[in-house]
Structures are given as C-alpha cells and as structure tokens.
C-alpha cells in the first residue's frame, strides 16, 4: 500500500496534515494511503505546547490572532476551509493572552478533525517515538528508522516538519561550559526555556543572564511566579526562592510590546515598494542577494509607506501636506536617499511622528549611564513609555508598520535564507511579549528582582576568582558577578550542529544547506535540495529549520499565512506524486492477476 511519513506532529505537521485532507478529494479520490505520524510528543501540540507545562506560561499571540485554518487571503491552488480561531473555538476573550496549554488543547483539536477528514481509505498510525534516519534509494521507496522499533517505516514519501530543535554549542559556549564545570559553577546553555534546570538556580544568588527576547520571559516567569511570588496592586511581593537576574543582550532592552488595540479603517495598501515584482528582480540577477545593500532599503521604504499611510489618513493634523502629494513625491523617491528625508522632515513636523527604524532596533544606541542605578532609572522610563505608545490607538502607524513587516516577511520567504539580521530585527520589532509581563517586569524591576545590564552585553569567565563577569557599553567599567550564567535564547537551527541525528545523517549525505545552516528546500513545493541543486524526489521539508521558514509561530487571519501557502503547495505535489505511485502499483497488481 502506498504511504508516507510525517516526522513532526506539532503545528506544522498538523497544518500540513489539514492541507492533505482538504486536497485529497480532488487529487486522491478514493486510493488507499497509510499515513505514519512520528514524534515522541503528543500530536497536535508537539514539544512546545504540549499540556504538561506549567499553566504560568501563555502564549505570545492574543487568542483571536491564532488560526490554523485558511481564508481568501491565503494564496492556494487547494479548497479554502474557513475554520475557528482560537479565541472562537474556547469560547474566550479574543484580547487574552492564553496559556499554551490552550493552545496545546486547540492544535490537538485541529489534528483530530483533520484525521477525521481524511478519505476512509487513509490509514493513521500514531508512532510516539524519535525518528533516527532516513535511507533509500533517490527513485525508491524511503526507510524510515524509529527509535524502539526494529524495522524500520517503508514510505513513498517523507515529509519533515520538526519544528524548534536543540543544538549542540558552539565554541564560546564550549568554553564557558568547561569553565563551569572546572570551577564549581553553573552555565545553562541556550534551550528550550521550560525545559533547561532552572531549579539549580539558587535563591537569593546573582544570576547573569545573556539574552533579553521571549525565552528570557518565561524565565523570569518560572523563577518568581513559579517560585511562590505574586503581584498585588501593580507591585511584586517576593516569595525569597527567587535568584537576583541580571539581564542583558546586544540591544539591552526587552522586545516591544504587543500592540494592545485592533485596527480600525482602512488598511494600508500592501505590498507597494516591496513586492512580487521588486523580490522577481532580485532573483533574476546575478549573484547573492546582500541584505543590507539590496534589501533593507526596500524594506524600510516599504515599512515608511505603511507608517505614513496610517497617519495621513487617522491623524491629518500631524502633518503639513496632503496626502496625495506625500505619496507622489515618496513614489519618486529612491529608497533611503537624502531626497526622501527631506520630504518626511518638510510633510511632518514633529520627529517623535516619524518612522526611525534603526532607533527602534537600537534604542540604547550611544547611550551611557552613570551608574547601574542610573541604569535602571533609564530602562524602566524606557519601557513604561513603549508600554503606553504600543498600547495608544493615537499611535496606530505603529499598528501599521506591524502589518508592512508580515507584508515584507512573505516576500522575503521566497528569496529563501537571508540571515539572522531580518529574524532579529522583525522579531523584535513584531514578535514582542504581551504588555502584561512587561508590567510584571517593571514591578520585578522595582523589587529588585532582576536588575538590567544594558546595551552590547559582554560576558568573561574569571579564572581568578572563580566566577563569571557581565558588563556592557551603557555603564563603561562596571562588572557585574555571578557564580551562574544562563542562555536565554533557543538554539539557532543549524544542520551543523543540530542534535537531531536525522538531520545529521541529512546533511551528510548530501542534502543541502544554506550559508547559516538552514535546511535547503525547493520554493515551490519543499522537497529537498541537494547539495547539486535538484530536489530529492521523494523527500519535502517544513518550518524553521528550513527555508521554508514563515514569520511567526501561528498566522493572524487575514493575513495572508505564508505556512498555509507552503503547507499547501507541498501538500498538492505530495498527494499527486503518491496518486500516480498508487495507480502505477494497481496497474501491476492487475497485470499480475490478469495473468
């Protein structure tokens, strides 16, 4: 019987699997098909919102922005099936920030009606278990190695959708790893937040953290919330379980908060400087594209017409012209040129109204405080006001750039891997914590709790007094110690040192990899690259170890939802090539019976 393995059951393999189902009646009919769904952690969920975490942890995204179900925006050759976010599925608040273990409960859900809408003669077959490998001729069928099975999966086709995956260290982590151990202390490298044995943090200890995004949130929740602390009235009251975190990173100061309103009006009209035909040119020349040459003067244009669309149209008496003539001259503009500031600093007089992305990248950029208790002073002002901007309907253009940033994402996607510096930039401009932890932050801030670092963290291991030293260019010569450092970050996907041994053995046979170490994949349909170009026939891949990458964890409806996009590309080529497998193996089973 033909069939095909999906390794991954967490929401990419969920939402790849609604895609086989809602394809199948057009392309499949009525064939018989088994289908092996191989993962260690419970489908639907997977590893990441699986329901034993703790309740303490919500998600990054309110409960009306999470759907797993496509709608006429998405950009799809399969049937378009409308289904209910989350917020509408539990019956909740569409402005609440869930737990995960909601939406761990929701996926599941979603994974058990796409099962439910397979043909009956799709075959499920749940296997709670690690894949190893995958082997087989390039033109035959795959073997696919479980871990706690001798025989290995016999599939047509495999498909990865893996999701998030540990890594192994690189060199500096190495040695503060060795350090560590040499002397007594405590390193936690970078990992899963909830996973990484934040109960050898002791108490009432410095603890110096490297990292200021989403996993250093959680953190700081499971080490007070989790420790026994509560919030009352606005403040923190320590429960004395808790370590002192002293909290850093290259730009020194949290992500921006969630945008706490709805859009209202008339959207801006995206993409316009951006998209299909300028990223068309980009890939018709010769050569790499560069980022910050070819791309992000693009993206900053295409991010400024958002910003200045929205406040032309929702606040016309913080500008000096009228819209259709900004328009004109910014149309005409090059990107980034001298030209162009001066028509911005002339059509909007105050600069607090203008769109400065590198400030909103690097606010602390040049900054130096006189002490660390200047510091503090200085980080709580600066978050206090990003909470009351992010959460003012009279600043809506910031609304509006966030949706010219999931514009840009899609057309980025299709130019594949382009570095670090996008997923940095956007995460933190977009993929910001809720404005309740960042309230909760203010009042640890405030107790003393964690106490922050600053701007361009440098970490040193002192062999002399046996500890590890944090400091950073917003208080010149000052040193912070501590005898535990953690890694507040997830592992960066890398096929070079992933600890999957399936992507290992990938990687070594030849499978493809970008300059970062993404997984190569056809744009087109997620097969496979190798490392000559052609993609593996019966081999596609999903998500973010891959450049099929999309530009968060869920889609926002109405969105667009590049994931749904690939999902289903990748779905339709699947289904067609195991119709044809299907037909070709009924001709000879006919040809033999016949004779």
């Known amino acids: 019987m033909t069939s095909v393995v999906v390794i991954g059951a967490g929401p990419r393999g969920t939402g790849f699997l609604e895609r086989l189902a809602a394809n199948a009646p057009e392309l499949y009919a009525d064939l018989p098909l088994e289908i092996h769904l191989v993962d260690p952690h419970p489908p639907g969920g997977g590893r990441i919102w699986r329901p034993d975490q703790s309740p303490l942890l919500w998600m990054n995204s309110m409960a009306e922005d999470v759907t797993m179900f496509t709608d006429d925006t998405v950009t799809l050759e399969g049937p378009v099936l409308p289904g209910p976010t989350l917020a509408e599925w539990a019956g909740i608040d569409g402005r609440t920030f869930p737990s995960r273990r909601q939406q761990g409960a929701y996926l599941r859900w979603v994974y058990e009606e796409a099962v439910a809408a397979l043909p009956p003669t799709v075959t499920v077959h749940e296997h709670r278990a690690r894949a190893l490998r995958v082997s087989g001729p390039r033109e035959g069928r795959q073997l696919v190695r479980i871990e706690g099975r001798t025989e290995p999966l016999i599939a047509d086709l495999v498909v990865l959708t893996l999701g998030h995956l540990d890594a192994g260290l690189d060199d500096e982590q190495m040695e503060l790893a060795d350090f560590a151990r040499r002397r007594g202390l405590l390193h936690l490298p970078p990992d899963f937040t909830a996973e990484s044995g934040l109960d050898a943090l002791p108490a009432g200890e410095p603890v110096i953290v490297r990292g200021f995004g989403l996993a250093f949130v959680d953190l700081m929740v499971l080490l007070t919330e989790g420790r026994g602390g509560r919030y009352e009235n606005g403040e923190y009251l320590p429960s004395g379980q808790e370590p002192v975190l002293y909290v850093g990173s290259r730009r020194g100061v949290p992500y921006h908060s969630k945008i706490g309103y709805g859009w209202e009006g008339e959207r801006p009209p995206l993409p316009r400087f951006f998209g299909p035909a300028e990223v068309d040119a980009l890939l018709s020349r010769p050569g790499p594209v560069d980022y910050q040459r070819d791309l992000w003067p693009l993206i900053d244009k295409e991010l400024g017409f958002a910003h200045y669309h929205r406040l032309f149209a929702a606040r016309p008496e913080r500008t000096s012209v009228n819209w259709p003539d900004f328009e004109e001259k910014y149309a005409a503009a090059a990107p980034g040129s001298p030209e162009l500031h001066t028509l911005v600093a002339a059509s909007v007089p105050d600069p607090d109204d203008r769109l400065d992305l590198e400030a909103l990248d690097h606010p602390l950029d040049g900054l130096r405080f006189g ?8 980080l709580r002002s600066y978050i206090t006001a990003d909470l009351e901007r992010r959460h003012d309907r009279a600043h809506s253009e910031d609304l509006a750039v966030f949706l010219g940033l999931l514009s840009v994402y899609g057309q980025l996607i299709r130019l594949g891997d382009i570095g670090g510096r996008w997923h940095g930039f956007f995460s933190h401009l977009a993929s910001g914590p809720p404005g309740p932890r960042l309230r909760q932050l203010l009042a640890l801030s405030r107790a003393g709790v964690v106490r922050f670092l600053g701007a361009g963290i440098t970490v040193e291991a002192d062999e002399e007094r046996a500890v590890f030293r944090a400091g950073s260019a917003g208080v010149p010569g000052e040193w912070i110690e501590a005898r535990a450092l953690v890694e507040a970050r997830l592992p960066e996907p890398s096929l070079e040192r992933t600890r999957s041994p399936l ?29 000559g170009g052609r993609p593996h026939p019966r081999r596609f891949a999903l998500g973010p170890h891959t450049t099929a990458r999309a530009g968060g964890a869920f889609t926002r409806p109405r969105t667009g939802g590049a994931a749904f996009s690939q999902n289903d590309a990748t779905a339709r080529t699947a289904l067609a090539l195991l119709r044809d497998l299907a037909c070709r193996e009924h001709v000879a089973r006919e040809h033999v019976s016949s004779t």
Do not use: K
Not at 505 to 519: I, K, R, V
């Open 371 to 378: 002490s660390y208790d200047a510091l503090q002073d200085g």
């Open 503 to 531: 992507l290992r053995a990938l990687y070594a046979e030849g499978a493809a990899a970008t300059p970062t170490g993404l997984l190569s994949v056809d744009p087109g349909d997620g097969r496979v690259l190798e490392r």
